[in-house]
Structures are given as C-alpha cells and as structure tokens.
C-alpha cells in the first residue's frame, strides 16, 4: 500500500486533471490545460514524474505539449490513437511502473467514447477518463453502443469499493438525466443531495465508486425492471436485451 493522493486540478470550465502525488512527486492524468498543472506543482512544492493520457480529445490532451517543454518526463497514452508526445503506448495488459510514487496501475482498454480509448487502475482506483462518468457516461463519438457496453460493463466487474475519477464534473447535471429515467430511486434522490452539499461547498463530486454507481447510474441499470421498461417506453423499437436498454438509455440522453 503507498501512502498517495489524488487531488482534483481544475480545467476549463468542468474538467478534472487527477493529480496523484506524495510528499514530493505528482503524476497527473488528462492535462488539457498546462498553467493548473503549473500552479498546482509549484504551490505544493511537487516534481512532476509523469503524464497519463486516456484519449485524444483536446480537453484532455491540449496541455501536454508545454508540460513537456518543462519537464523532461514520460507521457503515457493509448497505442491506437493519434496524440502528440506519447513516449508510451499502451494496450490492456499492460502496466505502468510510477517509481516515484511507489505505484503501479493496470491498463484497460475501454473503447466507445474513442475508439482506442483506456483506463488505469490499481486495486483501489479507476482513472477512467471520459468513458464513465458519475451517474452518467460518455457519449459514442467514435465506437458503436455495443462496443460502448462492453466497455461500461468491464469497469462494472471491478470491486465496488474500487474508487472513480471521472475527468468531467457532469454529476448534478447527470442526476437530473437519471432522475427522469428513474423517478422513485430513493437513492438517486439522496445522492442529488449529497451532490448539491459538495457542489456548493465548492467540493468535487468526485471521486464515486463502482458500488455507488450500481444503485444510481442509468447506464449501469440495464438489468433493473423499472428502468428496462423506462427504455422501452421511451424507444420506437422493441428491445429484447441489456445491450438494447443500454443504447436506447444513452439514445434518449443525447437529445435530453
Ligand atoms: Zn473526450
Ligand atoms: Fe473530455
């Protein structure tokens, strides 16, 4: 076990850099920014060992190169996509060796959102990028809703207490989406609470977890009764399994 923390850098106007530091390094994952990551290093007196990517898109991606013009570091980041400064290209099964941090994480490979999209995990915490988001999930720019599925379903097999740093603050807004497609899930209405309490307190939602998520997170609901026949209701064609209540799920929140 290391003694790590995971500190939320702010982006943009809702994205999460996860910063994994001790006493004295930080590894940090999805910059799309440069100047948080700087300020944060500096206030904090850390020297930064790494970057994790996991995947293109600019929000996540669009900081790295000045990052790396001030640290000579290795840039971790999906095999199968395009992204400029990957010294490391990685595919599940792979590992990833943090040194200084004392830690090493998994990689899954995660497709859907992007199509060469991945996720890192250690026994306690998922950085899963764009892919799953509290109460929510990303949308399917680049793969197909049974591709997307799959994926969704992998992170689900992870242990319930497996913490989860989604790289959006999407939560409240996500809430809303869930509460339309589930309107008596008690826990869902006591989460939106909770959600409420930390947002005006101008705390991250995050991090959630995957035992969290299973009581109140539409996407990962498909076998629930209420919200397989929400699906039905509100889809034009028949849906005969969970492949189908979960495309029909992400169908009706992409126009919600
Ligand atoms: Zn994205
Ligand atoms: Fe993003």
Redesign the pocket.
């Known amino acids: 076990m290391n003694n790590t923390q995971v500190y939320p850098v702010k982006a943009f106007q809702d994205?999460y850099i996860w910063t994994i530091h001790n006493e004295t390094h930080a590894v940090i994952v999805d910059p799309g920014e440069s100047q948080p990551v700087f300020d944060f290093l500096k206030s904090r007196e850390l020297s930064l060992s790494a970057i994790l990517v996991t995947h293109h898109?600019p929000?996540?991606i669009g900081g790295i190169h000045d990052i790396v013009d001030r640290h000579d570091i290795p840039v971790y980041g999906p095999k199968t996509e395009t992204i400029p400064a990957i010294t490391h290209k990685l595919v599940e099964g792979d590992s990833v060796s943090l040194d200084a941090l004392d830690m090493t994480l998994k990689v899954l490979d995660i497709p859907g959102h992007t199509a060469g999209h991945i996720a890192y995990i250690d026994n306690q915490r998922l950085f899963c990028g764009?892919t799953l988001f509290s109460c929510g999930c990303g949308r399917i720019f680049e793969g197909s809703p049974p591709q997307m599925f799959r994926s969704i379903k992998k992170l689900t097999e992870l242990s319930d207490s497996t913490e989860i740093y989604c790289?959006?603050e999407y939560t409240l807004s996500n809430i809303k989406f869930a509460r339309t497609v589930e309107p008596d899930n008690q826990d869902l209405a006591n989460y939106e609470k909770i959600v409420e309490q930390k947002l005006a307190n101008k705390q991250a939602s995050l991090p959630t977890s995957i035992g969290l998520e299973k009581s109140i997170n539409p996407f990962l609901r498909y076998n629930e009764p209420k919200v397989v026949q929400a699906a039905q209701t509100r889809s034009q064609t028949p849906i005969s399994n969970e492949i189908e209540v979960f495309a029909a799920i992400r169908a009706w929140k992409d126009n919600f």
């Open positions: 994205n898109h929000d996540h764009d790289t959006h």
